[in-house]
């Protein structure tokens, strides 16, 4: 690993990268005020959503205020883009945590306000962040109409809670404030997860989430400590502007192995620590598992949270402090192949699955791989990129599903429905899902294409990552081919469908608070939904699902050209290197493919330019061609093909649902499907490993403390009482006794007396 | 009468030597023990409070052995209130042996066992 | 004078409960607990915020000072030296645990309004007494007069539990009362060994606090401050508790009637807590500091492990208790980190765990006083019966994982940086110095894991998940109180206050943090100038030394 | 004295005839073991007296002891409640006997008139309400916690080795009293005025409007014991003094004045406690004979029991 990272490092110093004065971001200036409102408006939402429930409002009431105020949230965030300068602005509404210490001489303190850091990164992920949340917001006013009077309220009072915290996390001035927002966001994901609370999965599910993400959490609380204790800071306008930490930049820039034994420890560590919380959040490999649970949710929850906006806390988090995570030298290659191995496992795990939203939630687990994998081979623009576009088709492709799983009264497995593109009432459903899913499966000239490819490209690019891209292009074939799997099986082909358990009503949990989705009960009719199939109709999505796909979809073309605007990364890639995350790979110097200039400013380009053409050779190839001039070529034919072998065996002569040509290949595979299917049994293993013996460990504690701890402090009390049983049998009650005891008793003492005093 | 005649058979009050002391007071001691021994064999209660009055009656001899001894009084008043003790004890104690024997229609002290801890 | 008036109005409301009819008790001791809530919050306005590490509204009455002090005749008055006096006086530490324990108060009387019915006087009489008792611990400032109203705690304590506690109140209320009772004794033992050696050639003896706290580092050698440490350790890490001696904790706590475990959750904990503070620490600085390691290690091992066996309690009452020991496990972990951070967030733990675990308990007995029972086999998936009372169950299940925004986070965060801190880092910009650092920190860090793991595992049980009630129990059996399902506005009313609290020292914690500022780190000077007076403990005094004033 | 080895040899001997004469089971050797017994108190009651032959006492002491003890043996023995009250009676009249040789005439005759006569008067009136009467025409059959004895042995061994250690120290203690004291009587008719001038009347030695001297500042009686003389004046005030050689018998306090005295003047506190535990205990007495009592479970199943008896027996 550390020789591998070494190699990258000479590669990246000899590509002229290693100068650390080339980093840094401009000194920030004080920013507006108002900026205040784009938290503010959300949590004034929450307010009114919990006036209207403590009100008992029966309308939708909470969903309009909603969808007011996050809208409202987004106008502003538009005027804070249309405001950016070139510096980030600081903005502080009040002093939260202050404590200080030392002398006059050296006063030290611990310091976090609640306070703003807007820079572009902070804007590009507030654009979408609100701007997703209010069109979802629109959404869910149609989708959880069902629950209107009883959860309602509930439902969008997290809701907006969710945007306010997702708002604290990314616009914090401060880590402590970042962690406030990245626990808040894990309270909300709770909180909304168990949304149908009376359905034990659903439980089961939030609490998995959040446990896991705590232990995702204790990482950066830990990288948040050792960031202070080492910096004397919190606040990363002081942070990037420490003398100390740009001093320890310059050693990891000069990549030397001398220069790298300057950085101590303990600095070394911190990205490690911050990983594991970006791991955490963003459902990366060791911790990835609670975020397929997490479907238990609404379906708008699960676009917005567990799509589009939560889960990329983790990638916000390195881009934010990508200058920490340079002062290790195998950090990022940790994290690339980190990100690496849980795109391809998510995949396969997305391949044999069934139901359609936990496919949706393996590939958000797979692309998360593809984020953290551009981050890890340097390409923090691929993956900022890559986010943005997701953002969009994720949650589309989440929406279509979920006014499918709202039409066919829960029904979500693959087997059981067909045709649904075709069915009255449901076309701008099924050419919405069509168009997020040529995006995520890569197809040319899509959004989703340019940015996945911009992270292929990089990982061949970057020394030492070759293998990293070609697990990532494999990876990327596999996606287009269990995406279009649920294109091919749900939406076109014969026309077929059955209800899920919730017919008489979609997530109707009064009714009854068990079961899962409908792959496992359809026929065997349940005591309390005695129906026939055949009397079920599905209810085509209202206007403001099809008004919220049609959007959507529109805005993943409309991205399109903003991948062309703008230098080297498009609109985004200008974003994001105007920010703290601004940092370019090697390649990207000489890659002029769209005329794009280089990502990190004037000063950067000269370093990358002069040096590009001796140092070329240690940089990787793609079969010895140029990664970015062949990669949208090789990669759109991944795509292809993917979709190809999808259409073959998923369309081509389907007559049923239930049936497909890839059932006659399924047993040559042998068990391997059935341990895709069941996940790689990694939940068994986790089970096995942690959770039982944990929960053995403390049944263990339990009996010690009541048997050994307790037992000895009763031992203690028991020792007198038995000596007290032991002598009291002597106090018979009997007068003689006491007679005869006190008659002897003065004999002997006479008796001593005798003897004794002579 | 009875008394001036023994008081005439001897040259009162009798001379006393801590020899004569000795006698009184092996007699009181040997009446204590035989009360003692009487309250701890016997199971009578009435019996047992016979044995304690006994051993009041040794007490009382040693008391008016030493008072004569050293000429003065005051151990004779002590037996006025031996006297007094035994007197108060014998109304106290009969009237809860007549308690106790209407309870369990038995004077044996063994009945009696509540005491116990 | 108002210091007094804090202690002195619950016990006179006490007398007069004791006087009038049992149908009136519960109002006059809501109104004297309101008097004395008026009282402590008028105490709050005089005290100059600005001087928070100063002993202020010192107020001092003669009371035995001819026990070891010095009387000199002036005139017609005897000024004394030394002696024990009445002696009261608040920093701004004691001071917001006095309003706490205020706080609690009116809180106390008003969750006890339907669940106390017999031998109303006798319950509410020894609620005020506690009250008082608790106050003057917090207020005192001479150490006989500590050392009786600690002690005196355990009296109404025991009465609560033993009166009024569920089935097992009994063997709970005997082994609260002779475990803590065994502890302090053995403290006392190390109080008494240091004002006997502070009480110098003068034959002066002196129990005033302050001037202990200014003598006894000096002439204590570090032997003997080893054998001190571990004789208020005795004493105080029952009464927190400390790990290996807990386990009168959650029988105590199970037992009591709620009003009784809001107390002791909230206050009576709070009180070892505090004594270390205001004892251990300023008494015997370097064995404190030598020993932080140690007591570090233990708090560590109480944080996990009583938190691993909260996971798999099914009485909910005995999981929160279980919770306590793991949450003052970080409250001692932030003391003895002996930084500004820790010491701040150690004392603001103390505040913020009486708020929000006192509220659990407070919304568990709400349950218990509808259902009959605390298991959480019987009876679960409140969230669709009781919507308002799930909703604060969640709030302030939230505030005691520690959720930033709320209380719990702030204290726990302050009390593991400072733990951090005082690693070998000391010449970090951020770190202080110390003998504890990454690891404990680390490790302590799982705490939140676990917290996570079973305050969550509460609530998916008694909150979410299918309703399940008793048997027997459709809507209120006959024999059960004549509550409403969901909570009535009395209870609804208990509660806000405390939410509002959580809430506001979770978002604006400033305040106290300003107002704690002064003493935690007093606390490190402290430390810093015990250490030095250890290492030059024996040597002859070149020039008199001025010690920093520790109070 | 007494050779230790005798005493105890003596008082071991002592040890089982007491032991013998207890009541028991069976064949009880009562006779055998009170003979032994009271042989052997009255050998050591002997040979206290053969060693020092001026100071032999008074022969009515060893006749009032060795009845005394004999007595005693049989209180203590006698199964029979009411014969072991009687034979008390018989110990008491003994003491009282011994008490007269002592000079103590006044408690001698409070003894009987109190001991003989009310205590156990009381006791002889509980012994007849709690004995049950013999039912029907049946031989009166001793109840079982009269007719056997408990622990005879161990009691016996406990008591005589009390005794043995008391006596024991006795013989130790007694030569280091303090000598035998004075006769105390003459300096109490300092105090008795008025006794003086009686037995002077009486006597003749006083005429008719003569009366005893006094000092004019205390007002003390000028009776001088120091000087040998009561001095008294005459009407006219004319002093005259009597000697000692003089002074008539009936001057002589006697011992119930002594004892009066003692009791009055020295000790008025302790009386007053005994006048209180005397209140204490009539106004006991009274309460618990009051009170009425139901028989126990366990009393009621006897005498259910012993009553179908009786009927079945009918």
């Given at each position: 690993?550390?020789?591998?990272?070494?190699?990258?490092?000479?590669?990246?110093?000899?590509?002229?990268?290693?100068?650390?004065?080339?980093?840094?971001?401009?000194?920030?200036?004080?920013?507006?005020?108002?900026?205040?409102?784009?938290?503010?408006?959300?949590?004034?939402?929450?307010?009114?959503?919990?006036?209207?429930?403590?009100?008992?409002?029966?309308?939708?009431?909470?969903?309009?205020?909603?969808?007011?105020?996050?809208?409202?949230?987004?106008?502003?965030?538009?005027?804070?883009?249309?405001?950016?300068?070139?510096?980030?602005?600081?903005?502080?509404?009040?002093?939260?945590?202050?404590?200080?210490?030392?002398?006059?001489?050296?006063?030290?303190?611990?310091?976090?306000?609640?306070?703003?850091?807007?820079?572009?990164?902070?804007?590009?992920?507030?654009?979408?962040?609100?701007?997703?949340?209010?069109?979802?917001?629109?959404?869910?006013?149609?989708?959880?109409?069902?629950?209107?009077?009883?959860?309602?309220?509930?439902?969008?009072?997290?809701?907006?809670?969710?945007?306010?915290?997702?708002?604290?996390?990314?616009?914090?001035?401060?880590?402590?404030?970042?962690?406030?927002?990245?626990?808040?966001?894990?309270?909300?994901?709770?909180?909304?997860?168990?949304?149908?609370?009376?359905?034990?999965?659903?439980?089961?599910?939030?609490?998995?989430?959040?446990?896991?993400?705590?232990?995702?959490?204790?990482?950066?609380?830990?990288?948040?400590?050792?960031?202070?204790?080492?910096?004397?800071?919190?606040?990363?306008?002081?942070?990037?502007?420490?003398?100390?930490?740009?001093?320890?930049?310059?050693?990891?820039?000069?990549?030397?192995?001398?220069?790298?034994?300057?950085?101590?420890?303990?600095?070394?560590?911190?990205?490690?620590?911050?990983?594991?919380?970006?791991?955490?959040?963003?459902?990366?490999?060791?911790?990835?598992?609670?975020?397929?649970?997490?479907?238990?949710?609404?379906?708008?929850?699960?676009?917005?949270?567990?799509?589009?906006?939560?889960?990329?806390?983790?990638?916000?988090?390195?881009?934010?402090?990508?200058?920490?995570?340079?002062?290790?030298?195998?950090?990022?290659?940790?994290?690339?192949?980190?990100?690496?191995?849980?795109?391809?496992?998510?995949?396969?795990?997305?391949?044999?699955?069934?139901?359609?939203?936990?496919?949706?939630?393996?590939?958000?687990?797979?692309?998360?791989?593809?984020?953290?994998?551009?981050?890890?081979?340097?390409?923090?623009?691929?993956?900022?990129?890559?986010?943005?576009?997701?953002?969009?088709?994720?949650?589309?492709?989440?929406?279509?599903?979920?006014?499918?799983?709202?039409?066919?009264?829960?029904?979500?497995?693959?087997?059981?429905?067909?045709?649904?593109?075709?069915?009255?009432?449901?076309?701008?459903?099924?050419?919405?899902?069509?168009?997020?899913?040529?995006?995520?499966?890569?197809?040319?000239?899509?959004?989703?294409?340019?940015?996945?490819?911009?992270?292929?490209?990089?990982?061949?690019?970057?020394?030492?990552?070759?293998?990293?891209?070609?697990?990532?292009?494999?990876?990327?074939?596999?996606?287009?081919?269990?995406?279009?799997?649920?294109?091919?099986?749900?939406?076109?082909?014969?026309?077929?469908?059955?209800?899920?358990?919730?017919?008489?009503?979609?997530?109707?949990?009064?009714?009854?608070?068990?079961?899962?989705?409908?792959?496992?009960?359809?026929?065997?009719?349940?005591?309390?939904?005695?129906?026939?199939?055949?009397?079920?109709?599905?209810?085509?999505?209202?206007?403001?699902?099809?008004?919220?796909?049609?959007?959507?979809?529109?805005?993943?073309?409309?991205?399109?050209?903003?991948?062309?605007?703008?230098?080297?990364?498009?609109?985004?890639?200008?974003?994001?290197?105007?920010?703290?995350?601004?940092?370019?790979?090697?390649?990207?110097?000489?890659?002029?493919?769209?005329?794009?200039?280089?990502?990190?400013?004037?000063?950067?380009?000269?370093?990358?330019?002069?040096?590009?053409?001796?140092?070329?050779?240690?940089?990787?190839?793609?079969?010895?061609?140029?990664?970015?001039?062949?990669?949208?070529?090789?990669?759109?034919?991944?795509?292809?093909?993917?979709?190809?072998?999808?259409?073959?065996?998923?369309?081509?002569?389907?007559?049923?649902?239930?049936?497909?040509?890839?059932?006659?290949?399924?047993?040559?595979?042998?068990?391997?499907?059935?341990?895709?299917?069941?996940?790689?049994?990694?939940?068994?293993?986790?089970?096995?490993?942690?959770?039982?013996?944990?929960?053995?460990?403390?049944?263990?504690?339990?009996?010690?403390?009541?048997?050994?701890?307790?037992?000895?402090?009763?031992?203690?009390?028991?020792?007198?009482?038995?000596?007290?049983?032991?002598?009291?049998?002597?106090?018979?009650?009997?007068?003689?006794?006491?007679?005869?005891?006190?008659?002897?008793?003065?004999?002997?003492?006479?008796?001593?007396?005798?003897?004794?005093?002579? | 009468?009875?008394?001036?005649?023994?008081?005439?058979?001897?040259?009162?009050?009798?001379?006393?030597?801590?020899?004569?002391?000795?006698?009184?007071?092996?007699?009181?001691?040997?009446?204590?023990?035989?009360?003692?021994?009487?309250?701890?064999?016997?199971?009578?209660?009435?019996?047992?409070?016979?044995?304690?009055?006994?051993?009041?009656?040794?007490?009382?001899?040693?008391?008016?052995?030493?008072?004569?001894?050293?000429?003065?009084?005051?151990?004779?008043?002590?037996?006025?209130?031996?006297?007094?003790?035994?007197?108060?004890?014998?109304?106290?104690?009969?009237?809860?042996?007549?308690?106790?024997?209407?309870?369990?229609?038995?004077?044996?002290?063994?009945?009696?066992?509540?005491?116990?801890? | 004078m108002i210091l007094f008036a804090t202690i002195l109005i619950p016990l006179a409301f006490a007398g007069y409960v004791a006087a009038r009819?049992?149908?009136e008790a519960k109002s006059i001791a809501l109104v004297g607990t309101l008097a004395a809530l008026a009282a402590a919050v008028y105490a709050l306005t005089q005290f100059?915020?600005?001087?928070?590490?100063?002993i202020q509204m010192r107020e001092t009455v003669d009371w035995l000072?001819?026990?070891?002090?010095?009387?000199?005749?002036?005139?017609?008055?005897?000024?004394?030296?030394?002696?024990v006096a009445l002696s009261v006086g608040v920093?701004?530490?004691a001071l917001m645990l006095i309003a706490l324990t205020a706080l609690l108060g009116p809180i106390c009387v008003?969750?006890?309004?339907?669940?106390?019915?017999?031998?109303?006087k006798t319950y509410y009489v020894w609620l005020l007494v506690l009250q008082a008792a608790m106050t003057c611990v917090f207020a005192s400032r001479d150490l006989v007069l500590f050392y009786i109203a600690f002690e005196f705690t355990l009296i109404p304590m025991?009465i609560?539990?033993?009166?009024?506690?569920?089935?097992?109140?009994?063997?709970?209320?005997?082994?609260?009362?002779?475990?803590?009772?065994?502890?302090?004794?053995?403290?006392?033992?190390?109080?008494?060994?240091?004002?006997?050696?502070?009480?110098?050639?003068?034959?002066?003896?002196?129990?005033?606090i302050?001037?202990?706290?200014?003598?006894?580092?000096?002439?204590?050698?570090?032997?003997?401050?080893?054998?001190?440490?571990?004789?208020?350790?005795?004493?105080?890490?029952?009464?927190?508790?400390?790990?290996?001696?807990?386990?009168?904790?959650?029988?105590?706590?199970?037992?009591?009637?709620?009003?009784?475990?809001?107390i002791?959750?909230?206050v009576l904990?709070?009180l070892?807590?505090y004594?270390?503070?205001?004892?251990?620490?300023?008494?015997?600085?370097?064995?404190?500091?030598?020993?932080?390691?140690?007591?570090?290690?233990?708090?560590?091992?109480?944080?996990?492990?009583?938190?691993?066996?909260?996971?798999?309690?099914?009485?909910?009452?005995?999981?929160?208790?279980?919770?306590?020991?793991?949450?003052?496990?970080?409250?001692?972990?932030?003391?003895?980190?002996?930084?500004?951070?820790?010491?701040?967030?150690?004392?603001?733990?103390?505040?913020?765990?009486?708020?929000?675990?006192?509220?659990?308990?407070?919304?568990?007995?709400?349950?218990?006083?509808?259902?009959?029972?605390?298991?959480?086999?019987?009876?679960?998936?409140?969230?669709?019966?009781?919507?308002?009372?799930?909703?604060?169950?969640?709030?302030?299940?939230?505030?005691?994982?520690?959720?930033?925004?709320?209380?719990?986070?702030?204290?726990?965060?302050?009390?593991?940086?400072?733990?951090?801190?005082?690693?070998?880092?000391?010449?970090?910009?951020?770190?202080?110095?110390?003998?504890?650092?990454?690891?404990?920190?680390?490790?302590?860090?799982?705490?939140?894991?676990?917290?996570?793991?079973?305050?969550?595992?509460?609530?998916?049980?008694?909150?979410?998940?299918?309703?399940?009630?008793?048997?027997?129990?459709?809507?209120?059996?006959?024999?059960?109180?004549?509550?409403?399902?969901?909570?009535?506005?009395?209870?609804?009313?208990?509660?806000?206050?405390?939410?509002?609290?959580?809430?506001?020292?979770?978002?604006?914690?400033?305040?106290?943090?300003?107002?704690?500022?002064?003493?935690?780190?007093?606390?490190?000077?402290?430390?810093?100038?015990?250490?030095?007076?250890?290492?030059?403990?024996?040597?002859?005094?070149?020039?008199?030394?001025?010690?920093?004033?520790?109070? | 004295?007494?050779?230790?080895?005798?005493?105890?040899?003596?008082?071991?001997?002592?040890?089982?005839?007491?032991?013998?004469?207890?009541?028991?089971?069976?064949?009880?050797?009562?006779?055998?073991?009170?003979?032994?017994?009271?042989?052997?108190?009255?050998?050591?009651?002997?040979?206290?007296?053969?060693?020092?032959?001026?100071?032999?006492?008074?022969?009515?002491?060893?006749?009032?002891?060795?009845?005394?003890?004999?007595?005693?043996?049989?209180?203590?023995?006698?199964?029979?409640?009411?014969?072991?009250?009687?034979?008390?009676?018989?110990?008491?009249?003994?003491?009282?006997?011994?008490?007269?040789?002592?000079?103590?005439?006044?408690?001698?005759?409070?003894?009987?008139?109190?001991?003989?006569?009310?205590?156990?008067?009381?006791?002889?009136?509980?012994?007849?309400?709690?004995?049950?009467?013999?039912?029907?025409?049946?031989?009166?059959?001793?109840?079982?916690?009269?007719?056997?004895?408990?622990?005879?042995?161990?009691?016996?061994?406990?008591?005589?080795?009390?005794?043995?250690?008391?006596?024991?120290?006795?013989?130790?203690?007694?030569?280091?009293?303090?000598?035998?004291?004075?006769?105390?009587?003459?300096?109490?008719?300092?105090?008795?005025?008025?006794?003086?001038?009686?037995?002077?009347?009486?006597?003749?030695?006083?005429?008719?409007?003569?009366?005893?001297?006094?000092?004019?500042?205390?007002?003390?009686?000028?009776?001088?014991?120091?000087?040998?003389?009561?001095?008294?004046?005459?009407?006219?005030?004319?002093?005259?003094?009597?000697?000692?050689?003089?002074?008539?018998?009936?001057?002589?306090?006697?011992?119930?004045?002594?004892?009066?005295?003692?009791?009055?003047?020295?000790?008025?506190?302790?009386?007053?406690?005994?006048?209180?535990?005397?209140?204490?205990?009539?106004?006991?007495?009274?309460?618990?004979?009051?009170?009425?009592?139901?028989?126990?479970?366990?009393?009621?199943?006897?005498?259910?029991?012993?009553?179908?008896?009786?009927?079945?027996?009918?």
């Amino acid at each position: 690993m550390t020789e591998l990272a070494t190699t990258v490092w000479q590669g990246l110093a000899a590509a002229g990268l290693g100068a650390a004065e080339g980093w840094g971001v401009p000194p920030a200036v004080p920013g507006p005020m108002w900026i205040g409102l784009i938290p503010a408006l959300p949590l004034l939402a929450v307010v009114l959503c919990t006036l209207c429930a403590i009100f008992k409002v029966k309308s939708k009431l909470p969903a309009w205020l909603t969808v007011g105020c996050l809208a409202a949230s987004f106008v502003v965030t538009l005027l804070m883009y249309l405001n950016m300068s070139g510096s980030p602005m600081l903005s502080t509404a009040f002093t939260w945590i202050d404590v200080s210490w030392g002398s006059e001489r050296s006063p030290r303190n611990l310091h976090a306000n609640f306070g703003f850091y807007i820079d572009s990164l902070t804007c590009l992920w507030m654009l979408f962040v609100t701007g997703l949340a209010t069109l979802i917001a629109l959404y869910a006013s149609e989708y959880m109409s069902h629950d209107v009077g009883k959860g309602y309220s509930r439902f969008f009072a997290a809701f907006s809670l969710f945007v306010f915290s997702m708002a604290c996390l990314v616009m914090a001035d401060n880590l402590i404030l970042l962690y406030l927002g990245w626990e808040g966001v894990g309270l909300c994901s709770y909180l909304l997860i168990g949304y149908f609370y009376k359905k034990p999965s659903a439980v089961a599910a939030a609490k998995k989430a959040f446990i896991m993400n705590r232990i995702g959490d204790l990482g950066l609380a830990l990288g948040i400590f050792l960031i202070f204790v080492k910096f004397g800071t919190v606040e990363y306008a002081k942070l990037f502007a420490d003398g100390a930490f740009k001093e320890m930049l310059g050693h990891a820039m000069t990549g030397t192995s001398e220069s790298w034994a300057k950085i101590p420890w303990d600095v070394k560590l911190i990205p490690i620590l911050l990983m594991v919380g970006a791991f955490g959040k963003s459902a990366q490999f060791p911790l990835y598992v609670w975020l397929p649970d997490a479907m238990e949710g609404p379906t708008p929850v699960s676009a917005l949270i567990h799509a589009a906006t939560m889960v990329t806390a983790g990638v916000f988090l390195i881009a934010r402090t990508y200058a920490v995570f340079q002062l290790s030298p195998s950090a990022l290659t940790i994290v690339a192949i980190i990100g690496t191995v849980t795109a391809l496992l998510a995949a396969t795990i997305g391949m044999a699955q069934f139901d359609i939203k936990r496919i949706m939630a393996y590939s958000t687990v797979s692309q998360l791989g593809y984020m953290f994998a551009g981050l890890g081979v340097m390409t923090s623009v691929g993956a900022c990129f890559h986010v943005f576009t997701h953002a969009f088709f994720k949650a589309l492709l989440f929406l279509a599903c979920g006014a499918v799983m709202h039409g066919f009264a829960g029904q979500l497995d693959l087997r059981k429905l067909s045709g649904v593109g075709k069915m009255p009432g449901w076309r701008i459903v099924g050419i919405t899902m069509l168009v997020g899913c040529l995006n995520l499966a890569g197809f040319p000239l899509l959004a989703g294409f340019w940015s996945k490819d911009m992270i292929l490209a990089q990982a061949f690019i970057t020394p030492g990552m070759g293998l990293v891209g070609w697990v990532l292009l494999l990876t990327a074939g596999l996606t287009a081919y269990y995406t279009f799997r649920v294109y091919f099986r749900v939406f076109v082909g014969p026309q077929e469908h059955h209800p899920g358990d919730e017919a008489h009503g979609h997530d109707d949990h009064d009714a009854h608070g068990h079961g899962g989705h409908g792959h496992d009960d359809h026929g065997h009719a349940k005591a309390d939904h005695k129906h026939e199939a055949h009397d079920f109709h599905p209810h085509p999505p209202g206007w403001a699902i099809n008004l919220v796909l049609v959007v959507l979809a529109a805005a993943s073309f409309a991205i399109i050209p903003l991948t062309f605007m703008g230098k080297h990364g498009g609109w985004v890639g200008d974003m994001v290197s105007h920010s703290s995350a601004a940092w370019s790979a090697p390649g990207e110097h000489h890659d002029d493919h769209a005329g794009h200039s280089h990502a990190a400013g004037d000063t950067h380009s000269h370093a990358g330019e002069s040096s590009r053409s001796h140092d070329e050779e240690k940089l990787g190839t793609f079969l010895g061609m140029d990664p970015h001039a062949v990669m949208y070529y090789v990669s759109g034919v991944v795509g292809l093909i993917g979709i190809g072998v999808a259409y073959r065996l998923h369309l081509q002569g389907r007559t049923s649902a239930a049936t497909s040509r890839a059932d006659a290949l399924l047993p040559m595979l042998g068990p391997i499907p059935k341990w895709a299917q069941n996940k790689w049994y990694v939940d068994e293993f986790y089970h096995f490993l942690f959770v039982r013996p944990l929960w053995v460990l403390s049944h263990i504690f339990h009996l010690i403390d009541r048997m050994l701890v307790d037992g000895l402090v009763n031992l203690a009390g028991i020792l007198p009482r038995a000596l007290g049983a032991t002598i009291r049998p002597s106090q018979s009650g009997q007068l003689h006794g006491y007679a005869v005891a006190m008659a002897g008793g003065i004999g002997v003492l006479l008796l001593i007396v005798l003897l004794v005093a002579r | 009468m009875l008394a001036s005649w023994m008081l005439a058979q001897s040259d009162y009050p009798i001379p006393m030597t801590n020899l004569t002391l000795g006698h009184y007071l092996f007699v009181a001691a040997a009446m204590f023990a035989i009360g003692l021994i009487g309250f701890l064999t016997r199971r009578n209660l009435i019996i047992m409070f016979l044995c304690t009055e006994l051993m009041f009656q040794a007490a009382g001899i040693a008391l008016v052995a030493f008072s004569r001894y050293h000429l003065n009084h005051t151990g004779e008043t002590f037996v006025i209130f031996v006297l007094t003790v035994a007197a108060a004890e014998a109304a106290m104690a009969l009237a809860l042996v007549v308690l106790l024997f209407r309870r369990r229609e038995s004077l044996s002290a063994e009945e009696w066992g509540q005491m116990k801890g | 004078m108002i210091l007094f008036a804090t202690i002195l109005i619950p016990l006179a409301f006490a007398g007069y409960v004791a006087a009038r009819p049992a149908k009136e008790a519960k109002s006059i001791a809501l109104v004297g607990t309101l008097a004395a809530l008026a009282a402590a919050v008028y105490a709050l306005t005089q005290f100059n915020w600005s001087e928070s590490s100063q002993i202020q509204m010192r107020e001092t009455v003669d009371w035995l000072r001819q026990l070891g002090g010095l009387g000199i005749q002036r005139g017609e008055v005897t000024e004394w030296q030394g002696g024990v006096a009445l002696s009261v006086g608040v920093d701004s530490v004691a001071l917001m645990l006095i309003a706490l324990t205020a706080l609690l108060g009116p809180i106390c009387v008003l969750a006890s309004y339907t669940a106390i019915t017999e031998r109303v006087k006798t319950y509410y009489v020894w609620l005020l007494v506690l009250q008082a008792a608790m106050t003057c611990v917090f207020a005192s400032r001479d150490l006989v007069l500590f050392y009786i109203a600690f002690e005196f705690t355990l009296i109404p304590m025991w009465i609560l539990i033993n009166l009024y506690g569920s089935t097992n109140r009994r063997k709970a209320a005997t082994k609260f009362f002779l475990y803590t009772f065994t502890g302090s004794i053995i403290a006392l033992a190390g109080l008494v060994y240091v004002v006997w050696k502070v009480r110098g050639p003068t034959g002066v003896w002196t129990f005033d606090i302050g001037d202990l706290q200014k003598s006894a580092m000096i002439v204590l050698s570090s032997r003997e401050q080893g054998w001190v440490l571990l004789a208020l350790l005795c004493g105080f890490a029952v009464k927190v508790p400390l790990f290996p001696v807990h386990t009168w904790l959650p029988l105590a706590h199970t037992e009591a009637p709620t009003a009784g475990s809001v107390i002791l959750a909230g206050v009576l904990l709070k009180l070892g807590t505090y004594a270390l503070f205001r004892f251990a620490i300023p008494f015997v600085p370097a064995a404190a500091y030598e020993y932080a390691p140690a007591i570090a290690v233990v708090s560590i091992v109480g944080i996990v492990y009583a938190g691993l066996i909260c996971w798999v309690q099914t009485d909910v009452k005995k999981l929160v208790a279980y919770s306590s020991v793991a949450h003052l496990g970080f409250c001692v972990l932030g003391l003895f980190a002996f930084n500004t951070t820790g010491v701040s967030g150690s004392v603001l733990y103390m505040i913020n765990h009486g708020l929000s675990t006192g509220a659990l308990f407070l919304l568990i007995g709400m349950m218990y006083e509808r259902y009959h029972t605390r298991s959480m086999k019987e009876v679960g998936g409140l969230g669709s019966k009781m919507p308002v009372w799930s909703t604060f169950m969640v709030f302030f299940t939230m505030a005691s994982v520690g959720l930033p925004g709320l209380n719990g986070f702030v204290s726990e965060f302050l009390c593991l940086i400072g733990t951090f801190q005082a690693g070998s880092w000391g010449r970090s910009p951020g770190g202080t110095g110390g003998n504890l650092g990454f690891w404990y920190a680390a490790v302590a860090g799982t705490g939140m894991i676990v917290a996570a793991m079973y305050l969550l595992y509460m609530v998916g049980k008694v909150v979410f998940g299918p309703l399940r009630e008793p048997h027997g129990h459709h809507g209120h059996d006959e024999h059960a109180s004549t509550l409403p399902a969901d909570l009535t506005a009395r209870e609804i009313g208990i509660l806000v206050p405390l939410a509002a609290l959580c809430l506001w020292l979770g978002v604006y914690p400033k305040p106290a943090l300003d107002a704690l500022k002064a003493p935690s780190a007093q606390v490190a000077e402290t430390v810093k100038a015990g250490r030095q007076a250890a290492a030059d403990f024996g040597k002859p005094p070149p020039p008199p030394r001025v010690l920093p004033a520790i109070q | 004295m007494i050779g230790p080895v005798i005493l105890y040899t003596l008082l071991a001997l002592g040890a089982v005839g007491v032991c013998m004469a207890l009541p028991r089971r069976g064949v009880s050797p009562q006779i055998i073991g009170a003979v032994i017994a009271a042989a052997a108190g009255g050998l050591v009651i002997v040979a206290l007296s053969l060693k020092a032959a001026p100071a032999i006492p008074n022969v009515y002491f060893y006749i009032f002891s060795v009845i005394s003890l004999g007595a005693a043996l049989r209180v203590i023995t006698h199964p029979r409640p009411v014969y072991a009250a009687l034979y008390f009676i018989l110990t008491v009249l003994s003491t009282a006997g011994m008490f007269v040789i002592l000079g103590a005439e006044f408690l001698a005759f409070a003894l009987i008139i109190v001991y003989a006569g009310a205590i156990l008067i009381t006791y002889l009136f509980v012994i007849m309400l709690a004995t049950q009467a013999p039912t029907g025409g049946d031989t009166e059959i001793l109840p079982e916690y009269d007719a056997v004895s408990r622990e005879p042995i161990a009691a016996t061994l406990a008591g005589f080795v009390l005794l043995g250690v008391l006596t024991t120290l006795m013989f130790r203690g007694l030569p280091n009293l303090p000598p035998p004291g004075k006769p105390p009587e003459e300096t109490l008719i300092v105090r008795m005025p008025g006794k003086v001038e009686t037995a002077l009347r009486n006597a003749g030695l006083m005429k008719a409007g003569e009366k005893l001297d006094r000092n004019e500042q205390t007002g003390a009686p000028a009776i001088d014991l120091a000087a040998g003389v009561v001095r008294i004046v005459d009407k006219d005030g004319v002093p005259r003094a009597i000697e000692r050689k003089d002074w008539p018998a009936g001057m002589k306090p006697a011992n119930i004045e002594g004892v009066g005295f003692s009791l009055l003047a020295d000790h008025p506190g302790a009386i007053e406690i005994a006048g209180v535990i005397l209140l204490m205990a009539m106004l006991g007495a009274v309460v618990l004979a009051r009170k009425q009592v139901e028989l126990d479970e366990e009393a009621k199943a006897r005498h259910a029991a012993k009553l179908s008896a009786e009927t079945e027996g009918v």
